[in-house]
């Protein structure tokens, strides 16, 4: 499968899952999670856990690591570093969607310019979610001895640097 295919399909999963929660009545707190939807190596799990989990107004990612002989803290930085790096990608392609709608609405549809301006985005907004992502929440299975952290970045923050970036990106192709 390409990695278009792939990306399309993953972005679609997350539309639809999208929709079903905020279409909810009803908010939760992230503490309030039923965790009986959730099930990792047979340990029940917080429902963010296995990937099931969005805000309205943050983008959420969750990452994994195995507990370490080397302790703990190296274990949730292994594991946060993860979920960044899921964090990042997701955004990543919150970015291409919007730099290809955008040329596409203004009549720039060349291929080769849509991809300067995504790398160039991305750079900025990838940065930009390493520094200011923040861990929400935690769990570790018993039963697997995995560590799983939760983390989040303002949507606000991340639209007002897209906006900025595909500006910037635009400018700097005019003048090649």
């Known amino acids: 499968m390409s990695i278009f295919k792939k990306t399309s399909t993953i972005f679609f999963i997350s539309l639809v899952s999208i929709f079903f929660v905020s279409c909810s ?5 992230i503490n309030e999670i ?8 047979g340990a029940i799990a917080p429902l963010w856990a296995c990937g099931n989990y969005s805000e309205e107004n943050r983008f959420v990612a969750v990452g994994s ?14 594991a946060l ?3 960044r790096t899921n964090l990042v990608n997701d955004i990543e392609l919150e970015v291409k969607n919007k730099v290809e709608s955008y040329m596409n ?20 907004t ?10 929400i929440s935690s769990w570790e299975n018993p039963n697997d001895n995995f560590i799983y952290i939760l983390v989040a970045i303002p949507k606000a923050n991340i639209e007002k640097t897209i906006n900025s ?4 990106a635009l400018d700097s192709l005019d003048k090649i």
């Open 81 to 83: 570093a993860n979920a």
């Open 25 to 29: 009545s009803k908010t939760q707190d």
């Open 165 to 168: 970036e595909v500006q910037k």
């Open 34 to 41: 039923a965790v009986t939807e959730c099930t990792i190596a």
């Open 105 to 124: 609405s203004t009549g720039l549809k060349e291929s080769e310019s849509i991809e300067r301006v995504v790398t160039m985005v991305s750079r900025q």
């Open 65 to 78: 690591a195995p507990m370490s002989k080397l302790g703990h803290d190296f274990s949730r930085r292994e």
């Open 126 to 135: 990838s940065s930009m979610t390493l520094k200011e992502s923040k861990q």
